[in-house]
């Protein structure tokens, strides 16, 4: 893979979104040192949750699927906007995909490769992390994703 995160996301058709304004007591994203946190992002778009329920149970996991790559990519706009942009991220460190499960599924870690393979178009190598997949009873405002990360910047 060649070129800047920026160039690559645009390859890919896509742009990053405003940041969404946090609806409780928290930032999208913290910068301490070399390191961005990321709040938990959902799968906004245009400032709409794409879907609600529990996967397993209402939500398929190919959909669940790509709400998590909608969140990762909101989570890359809250770490790009407290970073100095998307090409002043180095590496993805750590991602953690939240699931709303039903009771019986166990694809979280499916679920989880929406995000993941979105932080990888973008960021090519430099996107491959750790990662937690973790099935929840429920998530806010009952979406079926969450996706937080934590991200290296330069100086």
Do not use: W
């Not at 609600?52 to 906007?81: C, H, I, Q």
């Not at 407290?82 to 993805?92: E, N, S």
Request: hydrophobic share 50%; aromatic share 4%.
């Amino acid at each position: 893979m060649s070129g800047t995160p920026s160039e690559r996301l645009a390859a890919a058709g896509l742009t990053l979104p405003p940041v969404a304004a946090p609806v409780a007591a928290y930032v999208p994203a913290v910068r301490t040192g070399s390191y961005v946190y990321t709040s938990g992002q959902l799968p906004l778009a245009d400032g709409k949750l794409r879907g609600t329920g529990k996967v397993g149970d209402g939500v398929a996991p190919e959909e669940a699927a790509a709400f998590a790559r909608t969140a990762a990519l909101n989570a890359l706009a809250a770490a790009a906007s407290v970073a100095g942009g998307l090409d002043a991220i180095k590496r993805i460190v750590k991602v953690t995909c939240f699931v709303a499960s039903a009771p019986s599924f166990t694809g979280q870690a499916q679920v989880a490769n929406g995000a993941s393979e979105l932080l990888i178009e973008v960021l090519g190598d430099a996107g491959r992390h750790a990662r937690s997949a973790v099935g929840m009873a429920v998530l806010p405002l009952d979406s079926p994703v969450e996706v937080e990360l934590i991200a290296e910047v330069g100086d």
